[in-house]
């Protein structure tokens, strides 16, 4: 078993990456994550939820990069977590953060299956454990209905065809459409030309990511596996949700968490109603989300149920479009109670939310639920709440809100929407017309 840090000694640097073997101490406790390489059966995903109980304080998480995440431990606590799950005999990931389609080899519109490569990556990588960034990832997008665009990762490949062979093209750092694409490489020789960049990344220091790496200086063995080709552009895309067909007459159901959280006994009860409706498996997934396996007439009898169990069914719910941590009282580093602001914005300010925006909501400004950018920000401090506009916690604000007028500022924005959105325009278009001057005048 793992040694577990003391709270004297624990970190809450954002450089640190929780794991099961190195929980991170956090605003209400110690946080231990688990990230699966498959599905779990239902009654795995109960023993998960009696153990969050048993060890934390009963709240558990389903993250944007879709793993499990149990808090409120205690250094004592985190290590019996540890073991009992271990005796779980789940089938955890371990080590580099390697991420692909949670729909792989069951996907019909998705002609690559990524899992061989990515356990593949995995596997090479355990010699550097220790030697690259504890947030440095790797992910695969085979192109599916189930697409990992707005993931952050160090290497990015995506599958696609240059001159009619199968491969894929790479792109370091950032988002889908942030990455620097590099070139393509051939399938069988995909390993090898990641496997090459990780150890460049590990000789180049443990602080090193993707974003930083010279295309000018790649080593020899990936310089020569790439290939130069023209990048496809990325379309916009909204992941599919709610029903889903798969293939050989399988189904399946995903539905979200508001703000990416639950309780663990209403998460058992869910697991508990799947198995009577005869679900096979579950699946944390990407954005929050979770995914339950089985015949059509199974996921649809879950789906019914699924709402009277804290769960978004619809795709268009305006809790969808917001992301948020914790927030107070739950996270003792949180100025912000970001669930009720969240909940008020729905309710007072829905015409915001058509499809175009993103809200996040932090109670601190380490950006914990959604470290990139979102098109409106509200992020807790000691002495106001910073409102950026299209941008990350740590921007500049466009307005320094007193506490307590957070909810104000929503319904001065929904107005302010109403009043100058243009025929056709979309609400992210339109905040980002008026800029935040504009912006800060209106709330003024």
């Known amino acids: 078993m793992s040694a577990v840090p003391t709270l004297s000694t624990a970190s809450m640097a954002r450089g640190a990456c929780p794991a099961l073997d ?6 209400d406790g110690y946080l231990s994550r688990i990230a699966l390489v498959d599905a779990i059966s239902p009654r795995e995903l109960a023993a998960l939820c009696a153990l969050s109980e048993r060890h934390g304080n009963g709240m558990i998480d389903i993250s944007a990069r879709g793993n499990l995440q149990l808090r409120g431990l205690t250094p004592t606590s985190a290590a019996a977590l540890e073991a009992d799950v271990r005796r779980l005999a789940l089938p955890l990931r371990e080590g580099l953060a390697v991420e692909w389609s949670p729909l792989a080899g069951l996907d019909p519109t998705a002609d690559v299956d990524p899992r061989p490569l990515g356990l593949e990556i995995m596997a090479r990588a355990q010699d550097l454990r220790g030697s ?3 947030k440095l990832s790797v992910v695969i997008e085979s192109c599916g209905l189930i697409r990992l665009d707005d993931l952050l990762a ?9 001159d009619g062979r199968t491969g894929w ?3 370091l750092g950032g988002t889908a459409r942030q990455g620097r694409a590099i070139g393509f490489v051939q399938e069988d020789r995909a390993a090898d030309c990641v496997a090459a960049l990780l150890s ?3 000789a180049l220091g443990p602080r090193t990511r993707g974003r930083d790496i010279d295309p000018a200086g790649l080593p020899k063995m990936v310089s020569h596996a790439l290939e130069a080709s023209t990048p496809q552009l990325l379309s916009p895309h909204r992941d599919a949700f709610g029903l889903l067909d798969l293939k050989d007459g399988k189904g399946a159901l995903r539905v979200a968490l508001p703000f990416g959280q639950i309780q663990s006994r209403q998460l058992s009860a869910f697991a508990d ?3 009577r409706c005869g679900i096979e498996s579950v699946r944390p997934a990407a954005e929050h989300t979770l995914l339950a396996f089985g015949s059509r007439q199974a996921c649809s009898a879950l789906q019914a149920a699924a709402k009277t169990h804290g769960f978004i069914t619809d795709q268009h719910d ?3 479009q917001i992301d948020a941590c914790p927030g107070a009282p739950s996270c003792q580093s949180a100025r912000l109670d970001t669930h009720a602001l969240g909940r008020l914005a729905t309710e007072e300010a829905g015409e915001l939310f058509d499809g175009s925006l993103s809200l996040h909501l932090s109670g601190c400004l380490k950006a914990c639920a959604h470290p990139t950018a979102a098109t409106l920000v509200f992020a807790g401090t000691d002495d106001a709440t910073h409102l950026v506009i299209d941008g990350k916690t740590t921007d500049t604000p466009a307005k320094r809100l007193f506490p307590q007028t957070e909810a104000a500022a929503l319904s001065a924005l929904s107005a302010l929407m109403r009043q100058e959105r243009q025929p056709g325009e979309t609400s992210r278009d339109c905040l980002r017309r008026l800029g935040p001057e504009r912006i800060a005048a209106a709330l003024a």
């Open 22 to 27: 190195a929980p991170m101490l956090t605003g």
């Open 132 to 134: 690259l960034a504890p």
């Open 154 to 162: 160090d290497i990015r490949l995506v599958a696609t065809e240059n």
């Open 169 to 171: 093209h790479i792109r």
């Open 200 to 202: 460049h990344l590990a």
């Open 273 to 275: 109603h799947a198995r």
């Open 318 to 320: 305006p809790l969808r």
